[in-house]
């Protein structure tokens, strides 16, 4: 079993700054941990994902803008969102690929609202 804990979302105005935290708590050793998002009438997209050995993937949407790190030791991934765009405002959603199983777990999801 693995329980998500995000924070740091919020509102912020165009060309503003964010940075979302996500903390597994699990007995189990995580591989892959990603953010993910949702905009209304939208489906779900990849935003960045980075593994245990610090390779990263990211959206093309994102690139430049979003830097995905992560701290091995506290279990926990990071999400420093600069420049932010209208675009952006959706419901980021954390997840954690367990290393043996490589089933994966989902957060409960924070708004970021991107507006003037």
């Known amino acids: 079993q693995v329980q998500l804990v995000e924070s740091g979302g919020g509102l912020v105005q165009p060309g503003g700054s964010l940075r979302l935290s996500c903390t597994a708590e699990?007995?189990?050793?995580?591989?892959?941990m990603g953010w993910y998002r949702q905009a209304p009438g939208k489906q779900r997209e990849l935003v960045a994902t980075i593994t245990r050995g610090g390779n990263t993937n990211y959206a093309d949407s994102v690139k430049g803008r979003i830097t995905i790190s992560r701290d091995i030791a506290k279990n926990t991934v990071y999400l420093q969102m600069n420049s932010l765009k209208p675009e952006d405002t959706a419901v980021y959603y954390c997840?954690?690929?367990?290393?043996?199983?490589?089933?994966?777990?989902w957060g409960q999801g924070t708004q970021v609202t991107v507006s003037s």
């Open positions: 699990s007995i189990f050793s995580i591989s892959v």
């Open positions: 997840n954690a690929v367990v290393r043996a199983t490589n089933v994966a777990y």
